[in-house]
């Protein structure tokens, strides 16, 4: 588990982001029935699921999980999948935070040559910010890609 940043917000605290493989217990205790919510399926448009492939960020405010998001190794190809910060939680850089941390650590894989992704109206701005565009359109989901491991681990 890795404890490597902290988000300082001058109204609330720190927020701590925390790395997991798929196959650490703890994920799994830290989660728990937020994998299966109803309410963050529906926001986000899949069921969520975990594999050996993949490995978790865990946001962290306090102790308390306020946002998650994952990557899937496969071949040449690097998912993001089921980025979500709670609303209570939004617009204070989580999600790009766990963007940049994610894209650093595809950045250290041997192999991969794209990054895909799919993104909600909220999410698509961030993305464009770190190098990501739009391959298509999926009712009010955009499928994303960033060709190339990227160098770019910043939004503008």
């Not at 405010?61 to 190794?73: D, H, N, P, R, T």
């Not at 989580?94 to 040559?113: D, G, P």
């Amino acid at each position: 588990m890795e404890r490597d940043f902290v988000i300082k917000d001058n109204k609330e605290g720190c927020f701590l982001l925390e790395e997991y493989k798929h196959t650490d217990k703890q994920l799994w205790w830290v989660l728990g029935s937020l994998v299966t919510s109803r309410t963050i399926r529906k926001e986000l448009g899949i069921v969520i699921s975990s594999d050996d492939n993949y490995t978790w960020w865990v946001a962290k405010w306090e102790g308390i999980v306020v946002g998650f998001g994952a990557v899937a190794l496969r071949k040449e190809v690097a998912t993001l999948y089921h980025s979500y910060v709670f609303e209570n939680f939004r617009n204070r850089g989580i999600y790009s935070l766990m963007l940049k941390r994610r894209v650093e650590f595809i950045k250290t894989q041997k192999n991969i040559k794209k990054i895909v992704t799919t993104a909600t109206k909220y999410s698509k701005p961030i993305l464009e910010k770190f190098g990501f565009y739009e391959t298509s359109k999926r009712g009010k989901y955009f499928n994303m890609i960033l060709l190339d491991k990227p160098n770019k681990t910043e939004g503008k």
